[in-house]
């Protein structure tokens, strides 16, 4: 049944794959630019790879979103999990088709350049792969913990935020390198090599980059940990997944409840865009009607606007 099920999907989807695989092409179209020094745009293959693994678990799993569609698929005689298994499947061989279409691309454009090292190339579509990949599986856990399509493009764009609120306003000298920023890593140091001439052409940039390429290892280790233990949450909780919560409140630890209170503690600290401390307020309080869907709020959101509203006034937004 898992089998059936899952050569409906794919011929389901067939189409959808056809106008991303369009989209790719559209903006890989031409990669080499410059008259004196040939340059290949590695950030469109880079950018596309992202734009998948953010895109695509919205286009596999919004249907779970909508109650009457649920009822019709957990009616099936096949596990919950299992029917989360298709689809993430089904959206990793749209997003391999998306990485590979791009590479297609970049390969293509580093050939008109004379590239010599496919070793390297071949590397870097390895190490794309991977890195999207991960973020993908990552991200269906965080699509799935909403209740609703649009909670569920809130919590990716927060998660993909997340990253960068910390490091400017949380950790301070420390930094936490998220899989994405050593993708542009990865991308920065493999354009500087693959690139006939590119050490030169790039200077000290080649410099800073060329030791990141031995320095990754472990911040991507802990990102790939963080994204695999999420991809396999998504399948323990969507077997537990229920069909009176869809179209409700987003309640789950993973969402709005946990987000909410990080972002609002980022805020505390430096910031050029939200100086005024009574914007800062207004926007929590947006925030927790968001997440209630403008129903009274618990006894802990405002508990967390209060205290949140006391050390901004008391600080004066630091």
């Not at 071949?122 to 209740?147: K, S």
Request: charged share 15%.
């Amino acid at each position: 049944m898992m089998l059936r099920y899952f050569w409906y999907h794919f011929k389901e989807t067939l189409f959808r794959l056809g106008i991303l695989i369009m989209f790719v092409c559209v903006c890989s179209f031409n990669l080499v630019s410059g008259d004196l020094f040939q340059y290949v745009d590695f950030s469109v293959m880079e950018g596309l790879s992202f734009g998948a693994a953010l895109l695509i678990p919205v286009l596999e799993f919004r249907k779970f979103n909508i109650r009457r569609n649920l009822d019709t698929w957990f009616s099936l005689p096949i596990d919950r999990w299992k029917l989360a298994l298709v689809h993430y499947i089904n959206g990793a061989i749209h997003v391999t088709a998306v990485v590979l279409t791009a590479f297609s691309f970049v390969a293509t454009a580093l050939s008109e350049v004379k590239c010599t090292d496919w070793g390297g190339a071949f590397t870097y579509f390895m190490l794309m792969e991977l890195a999207t990949m991960l973020l993908y599986g990552f991200f269906c856990f965080v699509f799935t913990q909403a209740n609703n399509t649009a909670d569920g493009c809130m919590f990716i764009m927060d998660y993909a935020m997340l990253p960068m609120v910390l490091n400017i306003w949380l950790l301070e000298d420390k930094e936490f390198r998220s899989l994405y920023s050593l993708m542009q890593e990865i991308t920065g140091h493999y354009r500087s090599i693959l690139i006939p001439g590119g050490e030169d052409f790039y200077g000290y940039r080649y410099e800073m980059e060329r030791w990141t390429a031995t320095s990754i290892l472990g911040p991507f280790a802990l990102n790939a940990v963080i994204c695999v233990a999420a991809t396999v949450l998504l399948f323990v909780f969507f077997q537990r997944r229920r069909t009176e919560k869809v179209d409700g409140i987003s309640d789950s630890w993973f969402g709005f409840r946990t987000l909410i209170p990080i972002m609002a503690v980022a805020t505390l600290g430096e910031s050029i865009i939200l100086d005024l401390v009574l914007f800062r307020i207004i926007m929590i309080v947006v925030a927790y009607m968001i997440y209630r869907k403008g129903k009274r709020f618990q006894p802990s959101d405002l508990v967390v606007i209060g205290t949140y509203s006391i050390v901004l006034i008391l600080t004066g937004g630091l």
